[in-house]
C-alpha cells in the first residue's frame, strides 16, 4: 500500500476506543488514524472532508458497526472530493486492529458514479399468495402496471387452503375471495399464472424479465369454468390443493373460487382419452400448447413467494411417514374446511377423534434439522384449530405440547387464555416418540419439562404443528436477483431493523415470508409498505442507479413445482 490513507473508527455502536498505533504502522507516511463517537453526524462527516483536503488523503477507510446502513450517508463526502470512503463492518466481539489491518490490503478506490436514468412505470410481483395480491392491488390502485407471476395455477397461495384465520376467526375464504377476485379483474394487473422467472437483467428502473409460462392446456379466455370435463376425466390421482387429503381429476380446477377460474390438464397422469375435449362445449381444451418465453421491462420489482411447510418426514421419530393417525397441521385445517375434501367432516378410520394432540415446534426452534427460528404462526395455529375441531366434534379433548407458548400479535394472548378456560391443556414438554400402542391408538411419549418427568399420551390423532421454510428455489431466486440469502434460508433484507422492506440491490424489495416466517396481519402490513417503496421511483420518473446496482444476467434456472403430500386415510 503506498497511498495516503485515512481511517477512521466509529465507536457509537462499538464503545471504547481503538489502538490506533497500531494501525498507523501499517499505512504509509502521512496517513491518519482518528477515533470518532458519531461518523453520521454531519459535523463529523465535515471534518472528515476537512481531513481528506488538508491532509491529501488518496484513500479513507470507515470502520462502523453497520456499514450497510451507512453507505448512502457517505455521499455527500464522495460528492465533496471525488471518492467514496471504504467501508468494514466491525462487529463487537471483532478485534477492530486486526480486522481493519486484514482489509487494508484489499482497499479498492470508490468513485462516486451515478447515473440518473428513467424508470418504467411498471413493477413486477413474484409469487401471488395473499401478500403479492395486496401489493398488486396497492400498486395498480395507485395507477402503475403489474405483472404478478405465479407458478402454480392459481393465485391465494397457502390462506385459499384455510379455514379461518386467527385469532379473529375470521372465514378464510370470506376475506380471501375478494382480494383473488379483485386481483383477477383489476384492469392494471396481468397475471401470470403456470408462469416462473427465469431471467433478470438491468437494474432500477429498467429491469429486463424473462418469464416461462408453462401450458396450461386450456384456453383461459374461452374455459367457463364449468367442470364439464371434470366430471367425465377417468384419472385419479392425489389433489395438490388438499396435501393428498382428497383426490383430483388428471384435468382439474384447484378449489370452487379459484382465480383464474379455469381448468388444467396435467399431462403426466392424463390418459389421452381427449374425453375432455370431447365433452367441452367452449373447445377450450388445448392438447398443442406448448410453454412460451414472454419478456417485459419493468422498474422495480417485488419479491413476494411466501413459505413452505416444513416436511414431517425429516423428524421421523414423530410417525408421520408411518402412521395414518399422524399428520401436519395443514392436512387438519383442510380437514376442518368446509371447502375441504371431506366438507369439513373430521373422520380417522371414519370416526371423529376424540382425543387429539399437539405436536408444536415441528421444524422450528431445531437445531438438528438446521431452523433455529421460530415460525410465530404455530402456537396459534394449533390454538385455533382446537376450536374449529371442537366445533365439529363437541366432546374432543386436546393436549398441545409446546416448547414456549408465543402469543404476541394482537389479540392472540386473549384467544390463548380464552381456550385454556375451554379446556385446552397445554403441557409444556418435549416430544421424544409418536409410535402405535396395542389397542390401535398413537402413543405419543412427552418430556415434561415443568415436572421434569417422562409422560405418556394416548391419542386417536396427533397433529404435527410443522414450522414456516423458506421455499426450495430460494437460492436460485436469489442468484438470479443477486441477492442474500440469511442463515435462516429466507431472503435477507438489507437491514433488519430500518430497511426491512429493502434488499441490497437497489429496486428489488421483499415482503412477507420471503423475508421470514410472519403472520396474515404482519405479512399484509409489511407488504403495503413494501408497493409504497416500490413506486417512489416510479412516481418520480427518474433514479441514480451506480455500477453496484447492476442486475448481471446468470445461467437460466427454473423452480421445482410444489411436491405432491401424503395422502391421508380418513
Do not use: W
Not at 482489509?103 to 458514479?113: N, R, S, T
Amino acid at each position: 500500500m503506498d497511498k495516503k490513507t485515512g481511517v477512521y473508527i466509529c465507536h457509537c455502536g462499538l464503545g471504547g476506543s481503538t489502538e490506533t498505533e497500531e494501525i498507523l504502522k501499517k499505512l504509509p507516511k502521512g496517513s491518519i488514524v482518528k477515533d470518532s463517537q458519531y461518523l453520521c453526524d454531519i459535523t463529523e462527516q465535515e471534518l472528515l472532508i476537512k481531513d481528506i483536503n488538508e491532509k491529501d488523503l488518496e484513500q479513507v477507510v470507515v470502520a462502523c458497526f453497520a456499514s450497510d446502513v451507512h453507505r448512502s450517508i457517505f455521499k455527500k463526502v464522495g460528492d465533496e472530493v471525488g471518492f467514496l470512503p471504504n467501508l468494514i463492518k466491525i462487529e463487537e466481539s471483532d478485534d477492530v486492529v486486526e480486522k481493519i489491518i486484514a482489509a487494508l490490503d484489499d482497499l479498492k478506490p470508490i468513485k462516486p458514479e451515478e447515473t440518473e436514468v428513467d424508470v418504467n412505470p411498471s413493477v413486477l410481483v413474484i409469487g401471488a399468495g395473499i401478500v403479492g395480491e395486496q401489493a398488486s392491488l396497492d400498486i395498480g390502485d395507485a395507477g402503475y402496471k403489474v405483472y404478478l407471476v405465479e407458478r402454480r395455477p392459481n393465485i391465494g397461495g397457502h390462506m385459499a387452503q384455510l379455514d379461518k384465520t386467527f385469532p379473529t376467526l375470521d372465514c378464510a375464504s370470506c376475506i380471501g375471495t375478494p382480494k383473488m377476485v379483485a386481483t383477477g379483474q383489476h384492469p392494471n394487473i396481468e397475471l401470470l399464472t403456470c408462469s416462473e422467472v427465469i431471467e433478470v437483467s438491468g437494474h432500477a428502473g429498467e429491469f429486463k424479465v424473462k418469464v416461462l409460462r408453462h401450458p396450461r392446456y386450456v384456453d383461459e379466455n374461452e374455459c367457463t369454468g364449468c367442470g364439464i370435463c371434470v366430471d367425465n376425466c377417468p384419472a385419479v390421482v392425489a389433489s395438490e390443493f388438499n396435501l393428498g387429503v382428497g383426490p383430483r381429476k388428471a384435468i382439474y380446477i384447484p378449489f370452487a373460487q379459484a382465480i383464474p377460474l379455469a381448468a388444467i390438464r396435467d399431462p403426466e397422469h392424463c390418459l389421452s382419452c381427449r374425453m375432455c375435449e370431447y365433452v367441452c362445449d367452449k373447445k377450450a381444451i388445448r392438447f398443442d400448447q406448448e410453454e412460451e418465453i414472454i419478456e417485459f421491462e419493468v422498474g422495480s420489482i417485488l419479491v413476494t413467494t411466501g413459505f413452505e411447510l416444513f416436511n414431517c418426514d425429516l423428524r421421523p421419530e414423530l410417525g408421520y411417514d408411518k402412521y395414518d393417525r399422524v399428520i401436519n397441521a395443514l392436512e387438519l385445517e383442510r380437514l376442518c374446511a368446509p371447502t375441504g375434501p371431506t366438507a369439513g367432516e373430521i373422520l380417522i378410520h371414519g370416526k371423529p377423534p376424540k382425543n387429539i394432540v399437539f405436536v408444536q415446534c415441528v421444524g422450528s426452534r431445531d437445531k438438528n434439522v438446521g431452523n433455529e427460528y421460530c415460525s410465530r404462526v404455530c402456537c396459534m395455529y394449533a390454538t385455533k384449530q382446537c376450536n374449529l375441531v371442537r366445533e365439529k366434534v363437541p366432546d374432543a379433548k386436546f393436549t398441545i405440547c409446546y416448547t414456549d407458548i408465543r402469543a404476541f400479535g394482537k389479540g392472540h394472548e386473549e384467544f390463548y387464555n380464552r381456550m385454556q378456560d375451554e379446556g385446552v391443556i397445554y403441557l409444556r414438554g418435549i416430544v421424544s416418540e409418536v409410535y402405535r400402542g396395542e389397542n390401535g391408538m398413537m402413543k405419543v411419549r412427552v418430556e415434561n419439562t415443568l415436572m421434569v418427568e417422562p409422560v405418556e399420551l394416548e391419542a386417536d390423532l396427533v397433529v404435527l404443528s410443522a414450522g414456516l421454510v423458506a421455499p426450495a428455489d430460494t437460492p436460485q431466486l436469489a442468484n438470479m436477483l443477486n441477492l442474500d440469502v440469511g442463515d435462516d434460508k429466507f431472503l435477507a433484507e438489507a437491514h433488519v431493523n430500518i430497511r426491512p422492506m429493502e434488499t441490497r440491490v437497489k429496486g428489488i424489495y421483499m415482503a412477507g415470508c420471503a423475508q421470514g416466517p410472519k403472520d396474515i396481519s404482519d405479512s399484509v402490513a409489511q407488504t403495503s409498505g413494501a408497493a409504497a417503496k416500490a413506486t417512489i421511483p416510479i412516481s418520480f420518473g427518474k433514479v441514480k442507479i451506480g455500477p453496484e446496482d447492476e442486475v448481471k444476467v446468470v445461467k437460466e434456472t427454473t423452480a421445482t413445482a410444489a411436491p405432491i403430500e401424503k395422502e391421508v386415510t380418513g
